[in-house]
């Protein structure tokens, strides 16, 4: 539960906790020490500009806000509509966040990748994102994954079947309600792409991405008043994490998530006690 607890208290740290009770927990992944410390670590500065929106690679139906961080759908008839980022990475492991009220979402709603000539406007309601090779897309309604125009199955994909009740199937084939904070977590590095919702990694949605290929977080949208923000929140080089950031990670697994305003008050140096105050 350690791991868990340190992710929940990253996420929670935005200023909106999980919706409680929460069907993700259970389905948790536990993550690698390099995502592990990557996601305990302190966000970049708001402003960066890998959390901007494209200004020219969208469709002409989202509407772009004066920050760049925020994208708004307008109401179109018989219109699949994408945006992307502006920057793109083609190393490393790197966080994004994606706000995205379930209220506003209705059907064909997908959040995931794409390269630089993935398309962005379509005539009819589809899966943009996922909807080509080169892009790859979560249905965030009905939870599907897509890549190449095709459904790649229900993520996350490790729920459990119990065949001898009835109540437990239905519950297995019903969609999971995705609140609107989602984190895309993507390994360029080892070419794999995952999320973090309530918390909770839910392990490795696409693998085989494009090695040194430019990839950039997209959403695709039919829903009239759809507004999504995209922020970056911190990445890492191939390279494995520090000796320091592995002990402060310990650390706070061993306080858990009620604990972690009590730092100051364990038996350590005050240069360490420092050191876990600012790294968090």
């Given amino acids: ?7 929940y208290l990253y996420v929670t740290a935005a200023d ?34 890998r959390s901007l929106w494209s200004s020219a690679h969208r469709s002409p139906h989202f509407l772009l806000s004066p920050c760049g961080q925020e994208v708004t759908r307008s109401p179109a008839e018989l219109s699949s509509d994408g945006v992307r980022a502006e920057a ?3 190393s490393g492991l790197h966080i994004w966040e994606v706000v995205w009220s379930p209220e506003h979402r209705g059907s064909h709603a997908v959040l995931g990748l794409s390269r630089k000539d993935c398309p962005l406007q379509a005539s009819g309601y589809n899966v943009l994102v996922g ?27 490790n729920r459990r079947r119990d065949s001898s009740s009835q109540s437990s199937l239905k519950e297995t084939e019903t969609p999971l309600l995705i609140p609107e904070r989602v984190l895309l977590v993507l390994d360029a590095d080892a070419g794999t792409l995952g999320f973090v919702v ?10 085989e991405l494009p090695r040194g290929a430019e990839l950039y977080p997209a959403v695709s949208s039919v829903r009239g ?33 009620q604990r972690q305003n ?9 240069a360490l006690q420092h050191y876990l105050l600012i790294s968090h």
Wanted: aromatic share 8%.
């Fill in 1 to 7: 539960m350690g791991l868990l607890h340190s992710l």
């Fill in 16 to 49: 909106s906790p999980p919706s409680s009770p929460s069907a993700f927990p259970p389905l948790a992944v536990p993550p690698s020490s390099r995502l592990a410390v990557t996601l305990n670590s302190r966000p970049v500065p708001m402003g960066d500009a």
């Fill in 88 to 90: 793109g990475v083609r």
């Fill in 131 to 157: 909807g080509d090779s080169q892009s790859w897309g979560w249905e965030l309604k009905t939870n599907q994954l897509w890549h190449g125009g095709q459904t790649l199955g229900r993520y996350p994909g």
């Fill in 198 to 207: 309530d918390g909770s990694f839910l392990g490795i949605a696409f693998q």
């Fill in 225 to 257: 008043g759809a507004s999504i923000r995209l922020r970056y929140l911190n990445g890492t080089t191939r390279d494995p994490p520090a000796l320091m950031a592995l002990c402060g990670l310990s650390i706070r697994q061993f306080l858990g998530q």
């Fill in 262 to 270: 009590q730092m100051d008050k364990l038996p350590l140096p005050p």
